[in-house]
């Protein structure tokens, strides 16, 4: 046991109360020292004990921490916490009372190391901006706000947007979310495989834990981790996921945090998740999006505001693109652009604007793919016609590699059942790699398979 605390100032109003259940807490909960609840609450025994002391109204996350680590009902707590908060009080960052005057003398005094006060920091707040005027998407929204608890993959081809409902999602539940929320781009899996223990480790910083405090061993990291999820409110946003094992040491079983990972693929290896797939945009919302940013030339002529959908696969990444682009040239109108790029060899060329380029989303896309896979790809952009029957001759006998360029977004399923589709985009892409498949000259090298950049975010 610990020295006894000095008494609550009673006339400390709200603060004084809580300070007061607080400590109440603590001897229901056999009057653990406070160097005892440290080791559990992730903060420093005098955070703690400054958190009782009713001087001040510590932060939500320090009162949190001390109500489990003695056990307590966080939501109760949490009520308790705002109530005493919505009395006016200030909530500042904990710190240890003012200097006392020994009781002993100095020369009998015996020396101690000071302790020291670990530094508060701040709630991380790492995701990545709201992503303004989402237009479409509010069957997936509604899906996505009815998920029941636990982690959500957010699944699609290239460029369909992933990225943006998963963030206009995460924005919505981040004002629950009062622990914090993390971010990560995971990226593709390097060659020597995934370590994913060095990611952990920066979470485990970013939710208050200290260097000395996070364990060396990868399982240990993870179960610490998942430890803190099923403690606290945080939401947890994982983009550019390639594979299940980047993933599952980071999946808790928590009823109050929320995990979302974003991928191309659907990640079927991961039990007890909750999928959303999307498709490309319906063809109404797609010319909405560029009637958002070109209302007068979308009005003017529908009909090419209709072909500029076509040709972008209705995919909200290619759209958003080529609306930048056009509103820098105000000048040119909407059949003008439609007729330059009705052509394989110039719609990538547009299909690019500052760090964004269509060409680099498709590359990244396909050079995932299987050398059967990407054979049978090349075949298709020779066809003719635009769409196929899976009982045709070519694509018979090869569900695998059809799922697998359905998945990279380079054959899209249609509304009629085993029929699929070639868009533009992608027939453009082939061409673009292969000048011999384009019936105009190039006057460019052909785009390699090139690996992306690690570090590089894909977009989705």
């Known amino acids: 046991m610990g020295r006894p605390e000095k008494p609550v100032d009673a006339s400390g109003g709200a603060v004084a109360e809580f300070a007061s259940r607080l400590r109440r807490l603590r001897i229901e909960a056999g009057s653990p020292t406070y160097r005892d609840m440290a080791r559990t609450a992730m903060y420093s025994a005098s955070v703690l004990s400054s958190a009782a002391n009713g001087h001040r109204l510590p932060t939500l996350q320090v009162a949190l921490a001390y109500v489990a680590a003695c056990g307590g009902d966080r939501e109760e707590w949490r009520r308790r916490w705002l109530e005493a908060a919505g009395n006016g009080i200030p909530a ?13 003398p100095a020369a009998r005094a015996i020396p101690q190391e000071l302790p020291t006060t670990a530094p508060v920091l701040p709630r991380p707040c790492q995701l990545p901006p709201r992503p303004q005027g989402l237009v479409g998407r509010s069957e997936e929204l509604g899906r996505l706000a009815s998920a029941p608890a636990g982690p959500v993959v957010i699944s699609g081809p290239v460029g369909v947007g992933k990225s943006e409902l998963a963030l206009h999602h995460a924005h919505n539940l981040a004002p629950a979310m009062v622990d914090g929320q993390l971010y990560a781009d995971v990226g593709p899996v390097p060659e020597g495989g995934y370590d994913v223990s060095g990611l952990v480790a920066e979470f485990l910083a970013a939710l208050g834990v200290p260097s000395g ?10 179960g610490l981790y998942r430890s803190l999820l099923a403690q606290r409110r945080v939401l947890v946003l994982l983009e ?5 094992r980047q993933v599952r040491p980071l999946l808790a079983d928590s009823a109050t945090s929320t995990t979302i990972v ?12 909750h999928r959303i797939r999307l498709e490309p945009l319906p063809r109404t919302d797609s010319v909405a999006l560029i009637a958002r940013g070109l209302p ?6 529908p009909a090419s505001a209709n072909r500029l959908a076509e040709l972008c696969g209705d995919l909200p990444l290619a759209l958003d693109i080529a609306t930048r682009k056009l509103l820098a040239h105000p000048e040119m109108s909407l059949r003008r652009a439609v007729n330059q790029l009705d052509r394989p060899e110039a719609l990538l060329d547009w299909l690019s604007v500052g760090d964004l380029s269509m060409r680099e989303v498709l590359n990244s896309a396909h050079v995932q793919l299987s050398d059967r896979a990407c054979d049978l790809l090349d075949r298709l952009a020779n066809l003719p016609q635009p769409e196929l029957r899976a009982d045709e001759s070519i694509l018979a006998g090869a569900d695998q590699l059809t799922d697998e360029l359905v998945e990279a977004g380079m054959l899209r399923p249609t509304d009629r059942l085993g ?3 070639l868009d533009p985009l992608a027939r453009a892409f082939v061409a673009d790699r292969d000048p011999a498949h384009n019936l105009l000259p190039r006057r460019s090298v052909p785009f390699p398979r090139i690996r992306p950049r690690a570090g590089v975010r894909q977009l989705t």
Do not use: F, K, T, W
Not at 92 to 104: K, L, N, T
Not at 262 to 273: E, H, M, Q, Y
């Open 240 to 244: 550019n996921v390639h594979c299940e």
């Open 92 to 104: 500042v960052p904990p710190r240890p009372a003012g200097p006392q005057i020994p009781r002993e």
């Open 262 to 273: 974003v991928g191309r693929s659907s990640l079927l290896g991961l039990r007890d998740v």
């Open 419 to 421: 029929v699929y589709r």
């Open 213 to 222: 405090q996070i364990p060396a061993a990868a399982d240990q990291r993870a």
């Open 296 to 301: 007068e030339r979308a009005q003017a002529d």
